[in-house]
């Protein structure tokens, strides 16, 4: 199997990454281990966790196979599907050493997207990203200095569905698994929100659920407090309401002006903003109702 200019794995066979959510019964964990060891799969990661309040058992687990030819994606898939109606499975497979496509959202404001075109060259966040799109042309140059395509889409109320619709064809003609809104400051229509479900992450300048809206961290100063943080989550058509992913903190002092919580906020939102992308990469987030669940 050719492999992509992503890291390779440890192992010269071919990673794969399961991801199942059913509901929770017995007997789940030893078909699936059953099934691997059948085809020769030898498991490098397996974590589980079952969630008490909605009776739902989630699993990821890592694999490669004996010798590396065993067994390709397509086959995996077909013979897979047979276990899956026992247990009402949902799943999927994932050949590792394919980086998932992403497309980027930004507006202004450069400290995410720096952050993400950084780790993405240095190999920390094994995607390819297929656009940098915009709705002013002040950050072309980052992109077009990693050699990425730019798109700028300047939007007006009256322009927002068509412009929208732009976006959403370009993540289909691009083959774009993922969005990331990158301190993308439009909110998108619910049409468009709905479209993405699930696929699509922000980074929202604030701990949620506290200091919704503009301005956060003055907000976070006027009131005096001692934590800041960001929050990455899910889009959905609920304004800063989708499912958490991840979130960082720093504890802050009465001494920092607004500026300061400003600067330590960016960093925050970075780290926050690169881990959420991370685990999606990896495979690791299962939507279970209103929040996640990150294996």
């Given amino acids: 199997m050719q492999h992509s200019s992503s890291p390779a794995p440890s192992t010269a066979s071919a990673l794969f990454c399961l991801t199942v959510s059913c509901p929770s019964r017995a007997g789940q964990v030893a078909a699936i281990v059953s099934f691997l060891d059948q085809r020769r799969g030898y498991i490098d990661e397996f974590t589980v966790f079952d969630e008490k309040s909605t009776q739902q058992f989630f699993v990821r687990c890592v694999f490669h196979t004996d010798p590396p030819q065993a067994l390709d994606i397509a086959s995996l898939n077909r013979d897979f599907a047979g276990l899956t109606q026992r247990f009402s499975m949902r799943w999927a497979i994932h050949d590792m050493s394919r980086r998932p496509k992403v497309l980027i959202l930004v507006s202004k404001l450069e400290h995410c997207l720096a952050d993400l ?7 920390e966040l094994p995607m ?3 656009a940098v799109v915009s709705n002013h042309d002040t950050l072309r140059g980052h992109a077009e200095a990693a050699e990425i395509a730019f798109h700028h889409l300047p939007v007006t109320d009256e322009t927002r569905p068509q412009q929208e619709t732009t976006i959403l064809d370009l993540v289909r003609t691009t083959g774009s698994e993922l969005v990331v809104l990158a301190r993308y400051m439009q909110i998108l229509r619910p049409e468009t929100s709905k479209a993405l479900a699930g696929r699509a992450i922000n980074i929202h300048h604030s701990f949620l659920p506290g200091f919704k809206g503009a301005r956060p961290y003055h907000q976070a100063y006027e009131r005096g407090v001692k934590v800041i943080g960001a929050t990455a989550h899910f889009v959905t058509d609920d304004l800063d309401e989708g499912p958490i992913i991840t979130q960082s903190v720093e504890p802050v002092d009465h001494t920092q002006t607004p500026d300061q919580l400003l600067a330590t906020g960016r960093n925050l939102e970075c780290r926050a903003l ?15 109702g209103h929040r996640t669940v990150v294996l």
């Fill in 128 to 130: 390819n990203i297929t």
């Fill in 274 to 288: 690169a881990r959420a992308v991370r685990d999606y990469l990896e495979r690791r987030v299962f939507i279970s």
């Fill in 117 to 123: 075109l950084f780790r993405a060259r240095m190999g």
